[in-house]
């Protein structure tokens, strides 16, 4: 399956942004989908995972409560609903596919190219 992630950008720390993560390729309704982030030097970072079906999400702690990952299956699209940013959430983010559901694991199978976000005080 390929991904191609876009939406990242500049943004005030309080504000929102919204990442969409389009796939093609497979049947995008077998993949359970994920969001990892990344700052240089840095090691990538888990952020949310979200089953084939969307019925099951999971977020890591840091962003809980402020982030909301969904996806269309209609579209084979998922998304990473950005809100209250803070400059500690500035990195590039990446989604990834796998056809199991991993919570908190870098242990995807599928990657997209990245896209950056900025948020500024």
């Known amino acids: 399956v390929q991904l191609q992630a876009f939406g990242g950008g500049l943004a005030q720390a309080g504000g929102s942004l919204r990442l969409s993560c389009a796939a093609s390729g497979r049947t995008f309704s077998n993949y359970a989908m994920a969001w990892f982030r990344q700052t240089p030097g840095t090691e990538r970072q888990y952020v949310a995972c979200i089953s084939w079906s969307g019925d099951f999400t999971d977020y890591a702690g840091s962003v809980k409560d402020r982030f909301t990952i969904s996806r269309d299956n209609a579209k084979n699209t998922v998304y990473l609903q950005m809100n209250k940013l803070k400059t500690e959430d500035t990195a590039v983010y990446y989604c990834?596919?796998?056809?199991?559901?991993?919570?908190?694991?870098?242990?995807?199978?599928?990657w997209g190219q990245g896209t950056q976000v900025t948020v500024s005080s």
């Open positions: 990834a596919a796998d056809l199991y559901l991993k919570v908190d694991s870098t242990e995807y199978d599928y």
